[in-house]
């Protein structure tokens, strides 16, 4: 099976807040966009609402100018999911993460579009592969995860499902680049990559709260004062090189006696320490950092610290927090 090589025109399936924002930035990219939802009425609700707010983001400097007028020109509320998706090159399905709610709305799109276009589902967690059972042809079928709010976070992960075909991934991956976002192929387990480690943080971080540690608020700003405001900038793994990981294996062995298996350090850690491999302070790391650009990526590093610091004294204090 072929899937259309080329996407003009495209439809969202379910206008909530993820939809809402896809397809504020679908339309913004000049694709036209028609909005499917529980009924018309709400997916013309949704119409309405997204170019208000893209007029208050466009007021706010948040869009470039003109922002609202093209996504307006853009949107259009269809009748039903098969009067949305019927001539769509492309179906972003943005339901609610009920398997059950998913499979009905991914059959009733990919019976009435059209066979080769390509439909990504923004599933949070739900494994392709078994939503893929209710897909008609679901070789044109793969996860495009959007992050909230979509039109401001630059990341889309994108997950071939067991069937899908490698020119389904490429042209999914060109309309996201295209979009201005910075796409990310990672393989189909359950949570994928971003909610993975997003759960995995978020439970320890209620563990703390359970056991009386520290509330809620507390680890809030340590995060953020903190690691967190170092994966705006980096991930996991190039802060652990820069941090070394004989460290890292240390503060393990520290954890693991304190709270046990969970702690425990990674084999591949303690096997690349035993290498003598501790980071960018031996020259090798877990990470292919060039040895000759330590220096200047130390720099970086301080100089976008520093900076990020300053952002965050000109945005001022979240309110309510
Ligand atoms: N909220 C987030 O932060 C976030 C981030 C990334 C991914 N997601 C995922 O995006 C998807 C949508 O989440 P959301 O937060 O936008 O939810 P939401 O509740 O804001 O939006 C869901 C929309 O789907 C509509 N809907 C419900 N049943 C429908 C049906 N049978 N046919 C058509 N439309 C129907 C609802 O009326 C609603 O407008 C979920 O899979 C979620 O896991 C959410």
New binding site residues.
């Given amino acids: 099976m072929t899937v259309t090589a080329n996407i003009s025109t495209t439809a969202v399936?379910?206008?909530?807040?993820?939809?809402?924002?896809i397809a504020q930035v679908l339309a913004l990219g000049g694709h036209p966009v028609r909005l499917?939802?529980?009924d018309r009425e709400?997916a013309e609700r949704?119409r309405i609402r997204l170019i208000r707010q893209a007029e208050d983001f466009e007021a706010r400097g948040l869009m470039p100018v003109g922002a609202a007028d093209t996504i307006g020109k853009n949107l259009s509320a269809a009748d039903s999911?098969e009067d949305a998706v019927v001539g769509a090159d492309y179906i972003a399905?943005?339901?609610?993460?009920t398997l059950r709610?998913?499979l009905?709305?991914l059959q009733?799109i990919s019976q009435s579009a059209r066979i080769d276009a390509i439909i990504g589902?923004?599933?949070?967690?739900?494994p392709i592969g078994e939503l893929a059972a209710a897909v008609v042809n679901p070789e044109r079928f793969l996860g495009v995860?959007?992050?909230?709010?979509?039109p401001f976070i630059p990341g889309v992960e994108l997950i071939p499902g067991p069937n899908t075909a490698p020119e389904a991934i490429d042209v999914a991956e060109a309309l996201i680049v295209k979009s201005g976002k910075i796409p990310a192929r990672v393989a189909d387990t359950p949570g994928f990559v971003a909610?993975r480690l997003q759960f995995a943080l978020y439970k320890e971080a209620m563990r703390i709260v359970e056991e009386g540690t520290a509330t809620p608020a507390q680890i809030d700003a340590v995060v953020s004062n903190s690691f967190g405001f170092r994966l705006a900038l980096f991930g996991p793994f190039a802060i652990g090189d820069m941090a070394g990981l004989d460290v890292y294996e240390a503060a393990y062995r520290t954890l693991e006696t304190a709270y046990g298996d969970r702690f425990s350090p990674p084999e591949s850690l303690t096997r690349i320490i035993k290498n003598g491999d501790l980071g960018l302070k031996s020259g090798r790391g877990i990470l292919d950092i060039d040895a000759a650009e330590t220096e200047a990526l130390l720099a970086y590093r301080d100089h976008a610290y520093a900076r990020l610091s300053q952002l965050r004294v000109e945005l001022g204090k979240a309110p309510g927090l």
């Fill in positions: 399936v379910g206008s909530g807040y993820m939809g809402g924002g499917a939802d529980i709400t949704a999911i399905e943005a339901a609610p993460e709610v998913k009905d709305i009733r589902t923004n599933t949070s967690a739900i995860h959007w992050m909230n709010p979509a909610n």
